[in-house]
C-alpha cells in the first residue's frame, strides 16, 4: 500500500479542519444593551455564566448559586430594554449580584 494517498488525505483532513479551531474571542466592555437584546438564548447563558466568574471573582465567592445567575440575567435583560444604549459591563454592575 502506497503511503502517498493516505500522507494526502491527512494533509487534506487537517487543511479542511483547521479553520474549525480558530479561537473566538468577546470583548465584554464593547458589548450594549441592544446588542445583548439581539443575543439568542445561548449566547445569553455564556454572558451569564460569564457574568458569575466576574462576580465570584471581583467578590472573592467560592459558591455558585445557580439561582443568582438565572436572576441576575433577567434583571439585566429588563434594564437593557428600558436604557438599550448603555453598556452591558454598566447593566452588569448595576444589576447584578
Known amino acids: 500500500m502506497s503511503r502517498k ?3 494526502a488525505g491527512v494533509v487534506a483532513a ?3 479542519a483547521a479553520p474549525a479551531i480558530a479561537q473566538v474571542t468577546v470583548e465584554m466592555s464593547q458589548i450594549t444593551c441592544k446588542d ?8 445569553k447563558d455564556f454572558i451569564g455564566n460569564w457574568m458569575r466568574g466576574y462576580f465570584m471573582s471581583k467578590n472573592n465567592l467560592t459558591v455558585v448559586d445557580s439561582r443568582y445567575v438565572k436572576r441576575n440575567t433577567e434583571k439585566i435583560e429588563r434594564y437593557c430594554k428600558k436604557l438599550p444604549k448603555s453598556s452591558l459591563m454598566e447593566a452588569v454592575q448595576k444589576n447584578a449580584r
Open 5 to 7: 494517498p493516505i500522507f
Open 14 to 16: 487537517l487543511a479542511i
Open 36 to 43: 445583548f437584546a439581539g443575543y439568542d438564548p445561548d449566547t
